[in-house]
């Protein structure tokens, strides 16, 4: 065996790395991040090491197999008869090393000793090694956690390292664990090794199961374990926490060291875009500071560093919003914006109460985690989260439990062996009954309506499984007289199927590459195609810049509740670090509490002509007073266009995250909002509109009505002018009427449109002149519905096997039988037609197109036509091919699904 003091890990300092810390409320305590490229040069390092696993034992009187200190762990999964053991001839520096193997099952082994003491003003880093070999399935980790005055694990405590699994030719693979001395009553550390087969990560162990998957004779050595102790580096926002409101605030950055070092400290302000605009230095235990608070309106973070010979030991990160105060507070209970915050367990931190009182949300919508399980113990449902949620309902807003896999393991039996709750729920509604209905109980007076989660991909969505699971929960609510509402997720690339699904709520969602007005008219289709109360959920868009994410989310926002949506959920606006459970918030939660300031509580009264090149929409209260326009351009380019629109001089423009833009007399790519607005002139000018049936392309004429309000207290004498595309062939184009107050005139039109008119809404410009002492003319635009009367064509795409797969879906909502020509045409493949005989009233059918070669439709116009056999009437939606379909996404990335507007009676 090799000489221990000349060939054992000779260099402790190369094994102890620099670190990265996150900050939480108050004084922020490290998280370290361990890095074997960046080993510290300083020797003063060695003093750090409070102990060293290298598994030499024999020097300190151990010749037994098995490692001083390490215990087996016996429990279910866990066979007693794998343990432990040294090996003599592998070694990371060098032999030995400790050793664990399986050959059936699971095996852990754990250190509860006196061996690592915990100084309650330090920070503690363990980093070693892992080796493994045949390991597929399972995976080997490493766990730390406080012991208590009895050795008693604080389970609380616990932190793991990277789960690992066999890595190609990468035999020693580094691990990390981060443990900040915070936790009161915290004695000594103690570890606990493992090699653990799926079943036993998956909480499934007691259950039976189709498909055994794990992996027998599988082996992990864990060398070079070593703990350091890290000076204690503090970062801290005061006198606020997260929320930058006073005009004292300052960001402060100290260092606690144990270990009487000369640290010094590096306090560095970062922008959103990651560029540092302030900095400070410090040395030893002196605070340093910088002043925030007079930053603009906007998201934030603090880096502090700390030093040691030039090399950096550790370091805190804090976020932080700096908040402006032009705009009002959140509408509270009638504010339509909610935010999804995913799976919560626990007492949520004082920043995420905070940040969430702020933002001032209607709704919330969340995922009680499943409860943990121990070797000690289940740690079951956390009262300070039922006691914040219900001081949220107090505030007014909707309480939305999700119900989703994290639940499998409450069922157990044949139900937990279920690959997802919905098919738990639908195979054995009987079975899963009695935790189903302990579940709905349990917190039935917090929770307003249950979701059922989606079930995997849209690609596999099962509608008829779906449908039987929502049937088990509403059959339990119903039993308990609940008052609680039931909601179904509903992906958007599906269609909405002919027997719907018994719920009270559809909760779209929404693909986070869907432009803005795609998002409003899918929604507005469901809110059609379903007759129910319709949420959305929306996503963030993905490697954007924050300015354009943000930007654009407020526009899917919008668009969402101008299509109908009475609840748009978003994702929590901030990160939640997995080491300390802190909260870093990021720039969009200003954008939206502006939102919700401005025109949460407020009903969405469509879109509204702001001029030329802008997009306007118009919210306001019930009573027609309040109004506040939502706007920005449409230029592609994002050039800024002018508003067509007479303002109030009480009127105030404010940009996206609530600062004042006075005088602003333009719009641009980014929305603002345009307060105090008069209704009633900007309704005036949509008192043209449209009715009557479908126009058929290809038709000899079509009939329509065109109908003009009179919104004036006084008889009004009018010209209206109506300017149709060129192809159009519109008559009479000029209509005299006299309107008296408050009534409505109506004059009969003739369309004819060319073969080629594309279906769906499509505009047509008018222009309306007022006589009187002085002439006033009016002008806007008003839609009129193109394609095959009563029928209705939804037609969808995605990816598939490298081409493309079209769907065209048709139902008659005519009264009587319809024979039907379908068909498509591309510029790269041949022209194809299908045919449909005899589709009855209230029936559907589908056809479905294969185009190969999905390269050559990038960018590309399809034509889906749908034409009637006993004449020359013809249908056309034109879907264009996106980008992201040649990478490969498939149509639950949003690009899958193109959505047209229906042609219904």
């Known amino acids: 065996m090799p000489d221990h003091a000349t060939n054992r890990r000779p260099h402790v300092a190369a094994m102890v790395s620099a670190a990265v810390l996150t900050g939480t409320a108050g004084w922020v305590f490290a998280q370290t991040a361990a890095s074997e490229q960046a080993p510290l040069a300083s020797s003063r390092i060695m003093q750090r090491v409070v102990k060293l696993f290298d598994f030499d034992e024999q020097r300190l009187g151990n010749f037994e197999p098995t490692p001083m200190g390490w215990r087996p762990c016996v429990a279910v999964g866990y066979p007693g008869f794998q343990r432990a053991v040294l090996d003599p001839q592998v070694g990371h520096a060098a032999p030995p090393s400790m050793r664990l193997s399986v050959s059936i099952g699971s095996v852990a082994a754990e250190l509860l000793t006196r061996d690592i003491p915990v100084h309650p003003s330090g920070d503690y880093l363990i980093t070693g090694f892992v080796r493994v070999e045949r390991m597929i399935h399972a995976r080997a980790r490493l766990d730390a956690f406080f012991l208590d005055h009895a050795l008693r694990p604080m389970e609380d405590s616990r932190r793991s390292s990277a789960e690992l699994c066999s890595n190609g030719d990468v035999l020693w693979q580094p691990i990390r664990i981060v443990m900040p001395a915070t936790r009161s009553g915290a004695r000594w550390i103690g570890l606990r090794a493992a090699i653990e087969q799926p079943d036993v990560r998956a909480g499934t162990?007691?259950?039976?199961?189709?498909?055994?998957?794990?992996?027998?004779?599988?082996?992990?050595?864990?060398?070079?374990?070593?703990?350091?102790?890290?000076?204690?580096?503090?970062?801290?926002?005061?006198?606020?926490?997260?929320?930058?409101?006073?005009?004292?605030?300052?960001?402060?950055?100290?260092?606690?060291?144990?270990?009487?070092?000369?640290?010094?400290?590096?306090?560095?302000?970062?922008?959103?875009?990651?560029?540092?605009?302030?900095?400070?230095?410090?040395?030893?235990?002196?605070?340093?500071?910088?002043?925030?608070?007079?930053?603009?309106?906007?998201?934030?973070?603090?880096?502090?560093?700390?030093?040691?010979?030039?090399?950096?030991?550790?370091?805190?990160?804090?976020?932080?919003?700096?908040?402006?105060?032009?705009?009002?507070?959140?509408?509270?209970?009638?504010?339509?914006?909610?935010?999804?915050?995913?799976?919560?367990?626990?007492?949520?931190?004082?920043?995420?109460?905070?940040?969430?009182?702020?933002?001032?949300?209607?709704?919330?919508?969340?995922?009680?985690?499943?409860?943990r399980t121990t070797l000690?113990?289940?740690?079951?449902?956390?009262?300070?989260?039922?006691a914040w949620l219900r001081r949220q309902r107090q505030r007014g807003a909707l309480i939305a439990a999700v119900l989703d896999n994290d639940q499998l393991a409450r069922f157990g039996g044949k139900a937990s062996a279920a690959s997802t709750l919905t098919a738990a729920l639908a195979r054995d509604p009987v079975g899963t009954n009695e935790p189903l209905s302990g579940l709905l109980i349990e917190r039935g007076d917090i929770v307003s309506v249950w979701q059922l989660a989606t079930a995997g991909p849209p690609t596999e969505w099962d509608v008829v499984q779906?449908?039987?699971?929502?049937?088990?929960?509403?059959?339990?609510?119903?039993?308990?007289?609940?008052?609680?509402?039931?909601?179904?997720?509903?992906?958007?690339?599906?269609?909405?199927?002919?027997?719907?699904?018994?719920?009270?709520?559809?909760?779209a969602g929404i693909p986070s590459d869907w432009s803005f007005a795609r998002v409003e008219q899918h929604v507005r289709g469901l809110v059609q195609a379903t007759g129910r109360e319709v949420w959305a959920e929306l996503e963030t868009l993905a490697d954007e810049p924050a300015d354009v994410a943000r930007?654009?989310?407020?526009?899917?926002?919008?668009?969402?509740?101008?299509?109908?949506?009475?609840?748009?959920?978003?994702?929590?606006?901030?990160?939640?670090?997995?080491?300390?459970?802190?909260?870093?918030?990021?720039?969009?939660?200003?954008?939206l509490r502006t939102l919700a300031g401005l025109i949460g509580g407020l009903a969405p009264r469509g879109r509204v002509d702001a001029g030329s090149g802008v997009r306007a929409y118009l919210f306001s209260d019930e009573d027609h007073n309040d109004g506040v326009l939502v706007a920005w351009t449409e230029d592609a380019a994002g050039e800024p266009h002018g508003l067509d629109v007479a303002l109030p001089a009480s009127s105030r423009v404010f940009d996206l995250d609530g600062n004042r833009l006075d005088g602003a007399s333009a719009v641009g790519w980014s929305p603002c909002y345009i307060t105090a607005v008069d209704v009633a002139s900007l309704k005036a000018r949509h008192i043209v509109r449209f009715d009557g049936p479908t126009l058929e392309a290809g038709a000899e004429s079509c009939r329509q009505t065109v109908h003009v309000s009179n919104p004036a207290d006084s008889l009004m004498d009018v010209t209206l002018r109506l300017i149709a595309p060129s192809e159009w062939k519109l008559s009479p184009r000029r209509v005299s009427l006299r309107i008296p107050?408050?009534?409505?005139?109506?004059?009969?039109?003739?369309?004819?449109?060319?073969?080629?008119?594309?279906?769906?809404?499509?505009?047509?410009?008018?222009?309306?002149?007022?006589?009187?002492?002085?002439?006033q003319t009016l002008s806007g635009e008003a839609s009129v519905r193109v394609g095959l009367d009563g029928i209705?064509?939804?037609?969808?795409?995605?990816?598939?096997?490298?081409?493309?797969?079209?769907?065209?879906?048709?139902?008659?909502?005519?009264?009587q039988s319809v024979d039907l020509r379908a068909g498509i045409r591309s510029p790269a493949h041949p022209r194809e037609s299908r045919t449909i005989v005899g589709l009855e009233p209230g029936r559907s059918a589908v056809r479905e197109y294969r185009l190969p070669n999905i390269a050559s439709l990038v960018g590309q116009a399809v034509r889906v036509t749908l034409a009637r056999m006993e004449g020359p009437e013809i249908a056309n939606h034109v879907i264009e091919i996106g980008t992201s379909a040649a990478s490969g996404t498939n149509g639950s990335a949003g690009d899958g699904a193109i959505r047209v507007a229906a042609s219904r009676r």
């Open 792 to 815: 209705e064509v939804r037609v969808f795409w995605q990816p598939l096997d490298g081409g493309v797969l079209i769907q065209q879906r048709v139902t008659n909502r005519s009264s």
């Open 376 to 386: 000690n113990g289940t740690i079951g449902p956390h009262s300070g989260l039922d």
């Open 741 to 775: 107050p408050g009534q409505t005139r109506s004059a009969e039109l003739t369309f004819r449109l060319p073969r080629y008119a594309v279906a769906g809404e499509q505009p047509v410009r008018w222009e309306l002149e007022i006589a009187g002492a002085r002439t």
């Open 551 to 591: 930007a654009e989310l407020v526009k899917r926002i919008v668009a969402a509740r101008q299509g109908g949506a009475t609840r748009v959920h978003v994702p929590a606006p901030w990160r939640t670090r997995a080491e300390s459970g802190a909260i870093s918030p990021d720039a969009s939660a200003v954008a």
């Open 466 to 507: 779906n449908a039987a699971a929502l049937s088990a929960i509403a059959s339990v609510l119903t039993r308990q007289a609940a008052t609680a509402r039931l909601a179904a997720t509903w992906p958007a690339v599906l269609e909405w199927p002919e027997h719907p699904l018994q719920a009270d709520v559809v909760s």
């Open 205 to 371: 162990i007691e259950g039976p199961r189709s498909i055994r998957t794990e992996d027998t004779y599988a082996t992990a050595w864990f060398d070079d374990i070593r703990i350091a102790r890290l000076p204690r580096l503090s970062l801290r926002l005061e006198p606020d926490d997260v929320l930058v409101t006073s005009r004292d605030a300052g960001v402060w950055a100290c260092v606690d060291d144990v270990d009487a070092a000369d640290v010094t400290i590096q306090l560095d302000l970062l922008d959103e875009t990651g560029r540092i605009i302030r900095t400070a230095h410090g040395c030893g235990p002196t605070p340093v500071r910088l002043t925030v608070h007079d930053l603009p309106v906007g998201a934030f973070r603090a880096v502090a560093s700390a030093r040691l010979d030039g090399e950096t030991i550790t370091s805190a990160e804090r976020g932080f919003l700096r908040a402006g105060c032009e705009t009002p507070a959140p509408r509270g209970a009638a504010n339509f914006l909610g935010l999804r915050l995913g799976p919560v367990a626990g007492d949520p931190s004082a920043e995420m109460k905070g940040l969430v009182d702020w933002l001032g949300p209607g709704s919330l919508m969340l995922s009680f985690a499943a409860d």
